[in-house]
């Protein structure tokens, strides 16, 4: 498509006016494209953004004696309130699960920190993609 816009745009004075017009439509639809671009990545920004602010605000409430760590106990404890609860399952995440997903995110100190939390659970959220897929395939064999 660039091809084009630089043919039209390189030969448009040796070129019908019919032509031109058409030279113009594609300059304007690569120009359209590349706006959706921008415009899509702003809000998968905000999107990420704002998913990064509900997930502080759960680690904050679930860190009960304020350390900035969450224990076994502190995250089992903060299953019994259903406000928490419901945030784990709008992330997809059923509370019977929870302590898989402590272990998944523990690096093997029996607590998870802000950095665990927030990088495992965003590398958990939304459907595995193809390359994670391969990757693990390539490390069974």
Known sequence: MVLAVFLCLHCHCSVCPHELSDCKIVENAVSNARNDEETQLRLRNQKKSHELVHLKALF??????????????EFECSLSDPDICDKW??????????????????????????DEFFEGLSKMKGAA?????????????
């Not at 904050?60 to 106990?73: E, N, R, Y």
């Not at 997809?92 to 802000?114: A, H, M, N, V, W």
């Not at 993609?129 to 064999?141: E, G, H, M, N, W």
Request: with cysteine; charged share 35%; net charge negative.
């Open 129 to 141: 993609q193809s390359k994670d897929v391969f990757a693990l395939r390539r490390q069974r064999t």
């Open 60 to 73: 904050t409430l679930m860190d009960a004696d304020g350390d900035g760590t969450l224990s076994w106990d």
């Open 89 to 114: 399952r709008l992330m997809d995440i059923e509370p019977d699960e929870c302590q898989k997903l402590f272990r998944l995110l523990d690096t093997g100190d029996g607590t998870i920190d802000s």
